[in-house]
DNA sequence: TTGCATAGGGATAAATTTATCCCTTATTGT
DNA sequence: ACAATAAGGGATAAATTTATCCCTATGCAA
């Protein structure tokens, strides 16, 4: 596995928190788990635009960061289930309150991430 | 400049917030923009982890997402300084929210952070 | 018996983000 | 004269994160 090689800052809230939830998916793996979505398979087709693989890198982390608990059921084929921890459901008001912000101003952040766009990507 | 060759994904309010604080510094450079330190050079002092460099590239992609202003004074030596718009004051109860519950949880997430980064650092 | 679903991970390439280094301009303080 | 401050950006290297591809295993259904 990877080997950080720069210490992460973690002098404030902010910080902390940064550390745990950066991640293209991770705050899309903690709600959709929060939503009853646990299974890997099930992760999967809620986020199709993610492989298969960094979903599996991230749960890990989560896991790591006690976030989120693994079950695994001793069964063929093979049953995975996640759930959200004590820590990682006081998690969800904040994701909450993000996922909020980004419905409520659609349209704004559509506008400004696509008139960017143009100029920095490839068609 | 660097063009993306992925396009991101826009489809819930969780992408779109996400595409634009995603960025290692954005989120503290909003949080001290809305505490008055409108600057770059006193940013800087509050954020000597970062490079000027980076921050002067996330200060900008802020600015086109709209989130910041940037005002050039005609002088010398420069001054500039930045402020939120109206659209970015809105998102400072979510910052708020993503900092108190990293405030709040300071001591278990220094923990677990640490505890998986004996795993994962080169000392 | 071929194919699908389930879960996971190694190896490697590519994409993306950060870090480093250096250079410019003009004024103020020493 | 020389260093410091202010702001910024080009060039390039390094770090980090994602994407791709392929391989394992087992029972069930067509």
Same mark, same amino acid.
């Given at each position: 596995?990877?080997?950080?090689?720069?210490?992460?800052?973690?002098?404030?809230?902010?910080?902390?928190?940064?550390?745990?939830?950066?991640?293209?998916?991770?705050?899309?793996?903690?709600?959709?788990?929060?939503?009853?979505?646990?299974?890997?398979?099930? +992760?999967?087709?809620?986020?199709?635009?993610a492989?298969?693989?960094?979903l599996n890198?991230? +749960?890990?982390? @989560?896991?790591?960061?006690? @976030?989120?608990?693994?079950?695994?059921?001793?069964?063929?084929?093979?049953?995975?289930?996640?759930?959200?921890?004590?820590?990682?459901?006081?998690?969800?008001?904040?994701?909450?309150?993000?996922?909020?912000?980004?419905?409520?101003?659609?349209?704004?952040?559509?506008?400004?991430?696509?008139?960017?766009?143009?100029?920095?990507?490839?068609?």
């Amino acid at each position: 596995m990877y080997q950080r090689k720069i210490p992460p800052s973690l002098n404030c809230g902010l910080d902390l928190i940064g550390e745990v939830l950066y991640g293209k998916w991770k705050v899309r793996l903690l709600w959709f788990i929060n939503e009853g979505h646990k299974r890997p398979s099930e +992760l999967q087709r809620k986020i199709p635009d993610a492989s298969r693989r960094v979903l599996n890198m991230q +749960l890990k982390e @989560l896991e790591e960061h006690e @976030l989120v608990s693994k079950v695994i059921y001793p069964v063929v084929p093979p049953k995975v289930e996640y759930s959200l921890t004590d820590f990682g459901k006081s998690l969800i008001p904040v994701i909450a309150a993000l996922g909020s912000w980004g419905d409520e101003h659609q349209e704004h952040l559509r506008s400004v991430i696509l008139k960017r766009a143009e100029f920095n990507y490839i068609q």
